[in-house]
Each structure stands twice: as C-alpha cells, then as structure tokens.
Nanobody
Framework: VQLQASGGGSVQAGDSLRLSCVVS????????MSWYRQAPGKQRELVAI???????QYANSAQGRFTISRDDDKNTVYLQMNSLKPEDTAVYYC??????????WGQGTLVTVSS
C-alpha cells in the first residue's frame, strides 16, 4: 500500500489550499482515511477523519474551515483548507487504516501560511 500526498505550498493568511492523497495497492473504499499535521517542534496531531462510509470528524482547529472528502473511484482523499492561518503551518500527512487495523502513512506535504 502506498500513499502519495500532494498540494502543499506557501500561501498568505486567508487563502485556501486543497491537499490530495492518492492510495495505491489496496481496496481504498474500505479504508478509513485521515489527515494529520505536524508543526515544527510539536507533536503530530489529527486534523480530520473520513470513514469508509463517509462519516467525518474534525479537530476543533479545523472545524468550519477544513473539509475532508474522498473519491473512491479515484482512490483519493482530499483536504480542502479555507481561511488558512499562520498556525496552520505544518507538514500534512495522510493516513489510511484498513479493515485489519493496519495503518499506512503518506510522505507528507508542507503547508506554509504567512501573515
């Protein structure tokens, strides 16, 4: 199973970005997918989850600004990030969890938000 994240970049506060994560080598539709982030000097934290059935859950910091979605035909999970803030600056990672509770991580994509 391989996860390839993309879409990061450098933006201004208030801008938007959409991250993508393509999953190969698996039954993507059965995976629970999530996005995590890790800011410099901080622990990795959960940003959002989307279950195989479409249920979503967000961290308080992401609620109302970020939207996680999935396209099972494209084996892809997305994170639409709006109204970005400098404190959103981090490396963003996608993670997949299969039916057997195995976890798979992507390589990370850097998001930098300047004020």
């Amino acid at each position: 199973v391989q996860l390839q994240a993309s879409g990061g970049g450098s933006v201004q506060a208030g801008d938007s970005l959409r991250l993508s994560c393509v999953v190969s080598g698996s039954s993507f539709s059965s995976f629970d997918m999530s996005w995590y982030r890790q800011a410099p000097g901080k622990q990795r934290e959960l940003v959002a989850i989307i279950a195989s059935g479409g249920y979503t859950q967000y961290a308080n910091s992401a609620q109302g600004r970020f939207t996680i979605s999935r396209d099972d035909d494209k084996n892809t999970v997305y994170l639409q990030m709006n109204s970005l803030k400098p404190e959103d600056t981090a490396v963003y990672y996608c993670k997949g969890r299969d039916w057997y509770q195995n976890h798979y991580w992507g390589q990370g994509t850097l998001v930098t938000v300047s004020s």
